[in-house]
């Protein structure tokens, strides 16, 4: 495949030079692919990817978040994009002994846990509103945020998806493997278990057919109110529920195997369910 590498290799540098993106998971993405190139190209662009978020930071609320004057004007965040981007924040001020970005990475995985954690049910809603009162203050009532994205489609903040999930997994587990504080670990493995049999407590795996239904959505109103989960038992999401076989084979390098189980069904589901055959690839 090396001409494959060769084609695609500048297409990818073009697009990510000193990129600046919300998504916190090409950090791990990024970083991945220098440890398999040791190209510098990627651990630069992985730089500069953090040194967006350090300026997003907001000190006064010690969160990323972001405001529109019309439509979002007490600010908003996707919980996802965020946790992963603190999480990127504290890797690379790890690897560079950078306090400033393992401060304001700290800062960002508290307060999401703080503000956006479920804890009865183990998980994290898609996005969060209000994250401010009128005063400029921070509000410590957030809600589900329900409006409108900038590329304008309803947004419901109230729904769990689990291709989100599954990327805040890694990137806790990536952040463990960095700097081996047992908290990350802990908060990984929390996430973990509540996706994963017997426990299946938010019933996201299908026990019948095998593999993550696509999302469930809270009655409530707020983390802090979140009234029932259901689950859409009608669809499945073919190509991010497989990052749960990733999460589970890294989660059970660092656990002593604690998710072989998990991680044979998740291979079983993504050699005989997800990929397929006749089109050679996967299906959205």
């Known amino acids: 495949f090396d001409s494959e590498i060769s084609r695609y ?29 040791r190209d510098t190209f990627y651990e630069e662009a992985a730089t500069s990817l953090v040194q967006s978020y350090a300026k997003a930071y907001d000190p006064a609320i010690g969160m990323i978040y972001k405001k529109n004057k019309t439509t979002n004007a007490l600010g908003s965040y996707r919980t996802d994009n965020v946790l992963e981007a603190g999480c990127a924040l504290l890797q690379a001020g790890t690897l560079t002994n950078t306090s400033d970005w393992i401060e304001k990475g700290k800062s960002i995985v508290n307060f999401l846990y703080a503000h956006a954690y479920i804890p009865q049910y183990h998980t994290f809603p898609g996005q969060i509103g209000n994250v401010l009162q009128s005063s400029g203050q921070l509000n410590p009532e957030q809600p589900f945020y329900t409006g409108l994205s900038n590329q304008n489609y309803k947004v419901d903040g109230s729904i769990v998806r ?5 990327q805040i997994i890694i990137s806790l587990l990536d952040t463990y493997q960095v700097t081996h504080e047992q908290d990350y670990l802990n908060k990984a493995t929390n996430l973990l278990d509540a996706l994963s049999l017997p426990r299946n407590e938010i019933k996201m795996w299908d026990v019948t057919n095998g593999g993550y239904f696509y999302d469930l959505k809270f009655s409530g109103s707020s983390p802090s109110q979140p009234g029932t989960a259901t689950v859409d038992t009608t669809r499945k999401e073919a190509g991010r529920q497989a990052i749960m076989l990733q999460a589970y084979h890294l989660a059970d390098k660092l656990t002593n195997n604690r998710y072989q189980d998990m991680e044979n069904r998740m291979r079983n589901t993504a050699l005989n369910h997800i990929y397929s ?3 050679h690839g996967v299906s959205y």
């Open 277 to 279: 055959a006749n089109i």
């Open 9 to 37: 290799t500048p297409i990818v540098k073009h697009e990510f030079e000193k990129t600046r993106n919300e998504r916190g998971w090409i950090y791990d993405i990024l970083i991945d692919m220098y440890m398999l190139s």
């Open 162 to 166: 689990m291709g989100n999930i599954s």
